[in-house]
């Protein structure tokens, strides 16, 4: 499993909150790497993924906007 950290500003979230994973934020290659999943960031400030382990969060100081 990945070790790897994303952070993220708050416009990389969709409008829901989250990215999906695999990424390219994450330096990853879609074509080979794990089905895609969708990761709600927002509610808590992070979400690892079940596949790799890449953990996606919030850079310090970001915020999300209202009705995520």
């Known amino acids: 499993m990945s070790k790897a950290v994303v ?4 416009r990389d979230l ?7 994973c695999p990424s390219p934020l994450a330096d990853m290659k879609l074509w080979n790497s794990h089905p895609k999943v969708y990761l ?12 790799c382990g890449t953990v996606y969060k919030l850079a310090a100081g970001e915020q ?3 009705g995520h």
């Open 7 to 10: 952070e993220l500003k708050a």
């Open 40 to 51: 709600d960031v927002a509610s808590t400030g992070e979400a690892m993924c079940p596949y």
């Open 14 to 20: 969709n409008t829901h909150g989250g990215v999906f």
């Open 64 to 66: 999300v906007a209202h």
